[in-house]
Structure formats: structure tokens, C-alpha cells
């Protein structure tokens, strides 16, 4: 069972940076597998649905949603089994709860929270204005 564990959450005052890690753990009868999924980022604020961040596929295409693009970067080491989010000129209404999701999708549709299959517990954001 792949399992996928993110940090680096905190308190940011807005304007700053933060940088988001998510590492996942590979069954060792599955190593190897990790440069196969897409992997990437939702973040959830209170009284809201999921919202799709980033997310690069396993051949390596990177999307972002609008109101991130410019601002977030999301890099894999396929090597370390990690993904990481560098989040810059954070805004109050960035503030949520952060997920990184994992799947071997193949499909069009990588902004939809349906496309992951595996999901991280999520770690909160907070930016203050």
C-alpha cells in the first residue's frame, strides 16, 4: 500500500514563502513505481470543496490551477520518493489545509480530486494579512 505523508505546514505572514514536502512510501515489492504516478497538490479551506493546486504527471507535464501559477512550483525527486511544493508570495485566501494526492492516472482530467487514489493527512497553511 503506497502511503504518502506531508509537512511543512505553519503560520506565514502574507507576501512570504512556505514549502510544502510530501514523501511516500513504496510497498518494497512495488520500488521503482513512484516515477509511474501523477502526483500532486489540492488544499481545502473551512466550508469549501477541495480545490486543485498543481500537479505534474508521470511523464513529467506540469499544471497549475490560475490562481497559483507564477507563485507555486511543484518538483519530484524520483529518486527520494518525494514531492515538494514552494509556495511564494503567499495571500490570505491561500490559507487551507494541503494535500498531496498520488495515482497511476492516465487521463486528461489531473485537477480532479477522483484522478488520486492515495492521499496524504494533509497539513495546514495559515497566511496572515
Known amino acids: 500500500q503506497v502511503q504518502l505523508a506531508d509537512s511543512g505546514g505553519g503560520l506565514v505572514q502574507a507576501g512570504g514563502p512556505l514549502r510544502l514536502f510530501c514523501t511516500v512510501a513504496i510497498p518494497t515489492a512495488a520500488i521503482g513505481t513512484f516515477s509511474t504516478l501523477a502526483v500532486a497538490w489540492f488544499r481545502q479551506a473551512p466550508g469549501k470543496d477541495r480545490e486543485f493546486v498543481v500537479a505534474?504527471?508521470?511523464?513529467?507535464?506540469?499544471l497549475y490551477s490560475g490562481s497559483v501559477k507564477g507563485r507555486f512550483t511543484i518538483s519530484r525527486d524520483n529518486a527520494r520518493n518525494t514531492v515538494s511544493l514552494q509556495m511564494n508570495t503567499l495571500r490570505s485566501d491561500d490559507t487551507a489545509v494541503y494535500y498531496c494526492?498520488?495515482?497511476?492516472?492516465?487521463?486528461?482530467?489531473?485537477?480532479?480530486?477522483?484522478?488520486?487514489?492515495?492521499w496524504g493527512q494533509g497539513t495546514q497553511v495559515t497566511v496572515s494579512s
Open positions: 505534474k504527471t508521470w511523464s513529467g507535464t506540469t
Open positions: 494526492a498520488a495515482g497511476q492516472y492516465r487521463g486528461t482530467m489531473y485537477d480532479t480530486p477522483s484522478a488520486y487514489i492515495y
